[in-house]
């Protein structure tokens, strides 16, 4: 059937047809069909309700718990066909949510950027016969790039017969010079990779990582450092005797663009091989570094240094390409990773307010997108992607909101919900609702820290019955978290129960 405004062809057929019919007689009118005794199809059954006791019940322990606890909980369970409140407990509460921050990191991603965004890293540069006075390395916000990624580029480069390479520069334009995400600050002392700065052109995350292998008894241990070029190695983990105890001690310390790591320490001999990861604490030169002596293991000559800069050359000549973003968020739902948050969250600053991307224009972009679906209300504040460490508030009632409009939108629903931890199976899930592995029901992300315990997602249904999100925060809880952890998946539980009763 053709709808709207119709070609011009369209509408004379049609006069004609009509036109046509008008100047032929009647035809005459069927006889009757005899009539035939048919039995009505039964009524399909009418969908039992929701017995909301059990979690009632359960949402009572939890508050009583929490009170307990010097804390406070809060929650909202929806049925995700009719937007209907199941239950729910100090719902327009404000909590802080955690990583449960990474749910509208993902939302907004899928929604502002597209599932099959990806970020493009390239090698710049003017070719001068074999040689190219100054390559420039430029990123546009890929979490996932590794020194592999610039080996496939180096590799492009002496396919095209690069020799010789003057200089290199790091052009980090595409985000602004605040590298260090809103309120990673708390903890500056922090080595952890689990708060690694963000920059535009990233390597492993933002991280470097020491391998330690034993050697034979009374030598010392081979250090391996990825990614290669930029942590110099001082002092040495000496090998001991078979069955002595594993200490090793490591200090990093910036020497300049650079940093100096420390070692002390012993392995015994033939021990496991030992690997130590921590963040870089100013990343911009570490590509830059690296992709040096990438390119110096292919053959190619670098005689100047390794600078930022390079914003003006515009020819490429090597590129790779992410996979998409549909697909990197595993790394938020499932794995809870900080740096992929964060870096995502730029992004969406970046491509929706203009380069140099900024923290602050994410937020105002994630804050209108939360507005824009109907998961905004006074008590919400968004200033991270990640939850680290108390920037963002939510409220019970916003998350389920969130969860309800992603899973109904068929443009990022499939996506954000594959991208959440299953109950009993993986990601930070692997150890809970095991009862309801067999089923994989349970889809939802965890929040932790040192006071706080959330979990929201989804306990997807039998057929014929709509899924349920739920959205659970207990906060100021300190040394209490696994209690609460416990408590919630009790909640969690009685819904699933509910939702399944009879099958």
Sequence with gaps: MLTGRRPRQALALAALVALTAAALPAAPEPAP?????VAAPPAAPARSAIDTAPIEAALAK????????????????????????IAALNEHK????????????AAAALRLLGPGHRFLTGLYGKLDGDRVPELVLRGGGD???????????ARELVTAGVRKVGGIAVDQGYFDDAYVPPAFAEQPEEWAPFRAPVSAVAL???????????AAKGKDAAVRVDPPGFLEVVGAVRTSAKGDPEK????????????????GGHLPEGSRVVRIRRRVDDPRLVPGHALRGILESAGISVEGPVRLGGAKEKRMLASHRSAPLGEMLVALGKDSDNFYAETIFKTIGAEKKGKPGSFEGAAEEVKRFLEDVGAFEAGVVVKNGSGLFSANRTTPWATASLLRAAHRDPAIGPEFVAHLAIGGIDGTLRGRFRSWSERGNIRAKT????????LSGYVLGPPGRAPIAFAIFTNDIPDKVGLARASIDKVVDATARALWKDR
């Design 204 to 214: 492993d995350e933002n991280t470097v990582t020491l391998s330690v292998r034993p």
């Design 94 to 105: 404000s909590f802080n949510p955690a990583s449960n921050a990474k749910l509208v990191t």
């Design 62 to 85: 939890l508050a009583t718990d929490a009170k307990e606890w010097g804390g406070s909980a809060g929650a909202a369970i929806v049925d995700l066909e009719t937007g209907k409140t």
């Design 447 to 454: 929040g932790t820290l040192k006071a706080v315990a959330s």
């Design 33 to 37: 069909a005899p009539t035939a005794s």
């Design 143 to 153: 979490p996932s790039l590794e020194a592999g990624h610039l080996w496939e580029m």
């Design 248 to 263: 090793v001690t490591l200090t990093l310390e910036p020497k300049g663009e650079r940093l100096v790591a420390r070692m």
